[in-house]
């Protein structure tokens, strides 16, 4: 899934915080093709921020190991404040939430096609997320023959949609992974707002 996918993700963790209080932010993406630690470097340098969010899909890798990938890289550029977003998997299972967001992202909200989406506290055990929601949006779109082709070429701009649709991304936190991001986000946002000078 594209790092924008993530947008509304963060959106949605951030304003749900309450020590931003009214604060205000301003969430950037930056996906600069290179390894995890020429990232960091291109967007702190790009996007200069109070706080860096880094993604990496765990995918096989322990996530500790990703984790660690992420602490090193972070300490070596010398990024001040960063939560790591690390999903079991990939961020796609995130996005196995949301029937409605799902139909409406195929472009065909009353359908009624049966989707084999997994049950929330399931979904960090999906084998492989991307495949599982890709499934899910051609069986929602129901569509056949030359406009399933062309449904298909447009699956990426669906998946970004459908992440762009969930209104409410609270059935996350029934999965570790998502607990611990939150749990980060909070504390290193209350870290920034309580620091003198915030």
Known sequence: MSDRSLRAVLAWVLSDLPILG???FVIQVASPRA????????????YPCDVLFV????EREPKEKRLEEIRDAAAAVGVPAFVPVVPVRMT????LIDEKAIRRAAGNPHGQAPLPLPKAAKLESVADPKDALRTCLIQASEKTGRRLRQFERDLPECV?????L??????LRQLPAFQGFEQEARRVLTGLTTSPGA
């Open 22 to 24: 009214g604060r205000g």
């Open 35 to 46: 390894n995890l630690r020429e990232r960091l470097e291109v967007a702190v340098r790009r």
């Open 55 to 58: 993604h990496r899909d765990a």
């Open 92 to 95: 796609e299972a995130w996005l």
């Open 160 to 164: 970004q949609r459908v992440a762009e």
């Open 166 to 171: 969930i209104p409410d991304f609270s059935p």
